[in-house]
């Protein structure tokens, strides 16, 4: 049986470590608890699937600032819906 009760701790250990799997889950927590703050961070140290994350928020409340700001940071579909929702 696989655990999926894995503490913050080590998945941060692992991420530190190059493991894109366990920053990726790290991502996936802080979008359940609503932290943005953190998945920026998570963004800005390379984790694409929190530029997917933030994205889909941003595009949600329609704030083409925030999508700006996430494809400045290298996450590429967010300029795409940048372009579509400015295009609208």
């Not at 250990?13 to 703050?37: S, Y």
């Amino acid at each position: 049986m696989v655990n999926t009760n894995i503490d913050r701790e080590t998945l941060r250990e692992l991420a530190d470590a190059g493991n894109e799997t366990a920053l990726d889950r790290l991502a996936d927590l802080a979008d359940a608890a609503g932290d943005t703050e953190e998945l920026g961070e998570l963004l800005d140290e390379g984790c694409l699937h929190a530029g997917l994350l933030l994205t889909r928020r941003a595009v949600a409340a329609a704030d083409l600032r925030a999508l700006q700001r996430i494809a400045d940071a290298g996450y590429e579909e967010a300029e795409t819906e940048l372009s579509r929702l400015l295009g609208a």
